[in-house]
């Protein structure tokens, strides 16, 4: 349904954009360094895999509700940036309780830290405009169905995302492996990515 110019030309051009600094690959990074490589890439799977939502939103033409809704915008926005402020305070209440290799460093956390990263995306008012604007771009008038088209693709960004973030986490993680062997560095770690989770929160809760 894709050709192979169409496909390498949208590749390209989404591993250029997931590279470049933004919330997730900030969020990917600070959860890596302070909870290790396995934390930061179960979180980035889970950004990744939220990016899924946004694909189905784009096909059915949801986005195009939210996008011309200033009251659901604001709504989805307040709440996404809610969501990652409270998800910074915990980091800040339970900061140094958590150090890679404890027993609660099991398939449990691992699970959560999924579903946080996948909320995180799924919820960010700014990725549900992106796809509406970016995935029509790379639509081939007479290369098949448009909402065949936008799902191939999304799918096509979703896996590149999860590449991508994989090895963000896993690098990360080594970071904070080496970090972690001074115990006294791990708590600010922990106050470090929830800094960054309170302040991307309050940026989404107050951009227009």
Request: charged share 10%; with cysteine; net charge positive.
């Amino acid at each position: 349904m894709l050709s192979l110019a169409q496909t390498l030309a949208f590749l390209a051009t989404a591993a250029v954009l997931t590279a470049t600094p933004g919330p997730d690959n900030l969020m990917v990074l600070s959860m890596g360094m302070s909870r290790g490589r396995r934390a930061g890439m179960a979180f980035g799977l889970g950004c990744a895999l939220g990016c899924l939502s946004h694909t189905l939103l784009a096909v059915v033409g949801v986005s195009a509700l939210v996008a011309t809704s200033p009251l659901a915008f604001t709504l989805l926005k307040l709440s996404g940036g809610l969501y990652l402020v409270w998800m910074g305070v915990q980091a800040w209440r339970h900061a140094g309780r958590v150090r890679m290799g404890d027993a609660s460093g099991g398939a449990a956390p691992l699970r959560r830290l999924f579903a946080k990263g996948l909320a995180a995306n799924a919820i960010n008012p700014k990725v549900v405009l992106f796809f509406l604007a970016f995935l029509p771009q790379f639509v081939v008038a007479g290369q098949g169905p448009v909402p065949m088209q936008l799902g191939l693709l999304g799918l096509l960004f979703t896996a590149q995302a999860a590449l991508l973030f994989g090895l963000l986490g896993w690098f990360s993680g080594r970071v904070g492996a080496w970090l972690n062997r001074r115990p006294a560095v791990g708590p600010w770690l922990d106050r470090l990515a929830g800094t960054v989770f309170i302040g991307l929160g309050l940026r989404i809760m107050v951009s227009r």
